[in-house]
């Protein structure tokens, strides 16, 4: 079984930063992809970024340049950081491990930009 735990959220100014950190438990981490996704208040959930298993990576284009996702393997952790924060960056953020048919989310962490 694995549990993904996220934390970091917060409030923040626009043009402000933010790390988020995900822990995840169970052996399977090292070799799953990684993935950050978010969720605005009456929006779907979308994908914002994910790091494969040997470090490559994928944005979404409303994050690219400001946004940067990595994992540290030897902690179970993956990483998001995020800087020149918008108020559409607004959400709850959710972490993300898929492994064949196996999936699992964390809990969320809340994410507001106030201008």
């Known amino acids: 079984q694995v549990q993904l735990v996220e934390s970091g959220g917060g409030l923040v100014q626009a043009g402000g930063s933010l790390r988020l950190s995900c822990a995840a438990s169970?052996?399977?981490?090292?070799?799953?992809?990684m993935g950050w996704y978010r969720q605005a208040p009456g929006k779907q959930r979308e994908l914002v970024a994910e790091?494969?298993?040997?470090?490559?990576?994928n944005y979404a284009d409303s994050v690219k340049g400001r946004f940067a996702i990595s994992r540290d393997n030897g902690k179970n952790t993956v990483y998001l950081q995020m800087n020149s924060l918008k108020r559409e960056d607004t959400g709850v953020y959710y972490c993300?491990?898929?492994?064949?048919?196996?999936?699992?989310w964390g809990q969320g962490t809340q994410v507001t930009v106030s201008s």
């Open positions: 993300h491990l898929a492994l064949g048919l196996r999936e699992y």
């Open positions: 169970g052996s399977i981490f090292r070799i799953a992809p």
């Open positions: 790091v494969s298993s040997g470090g490559s990576t």
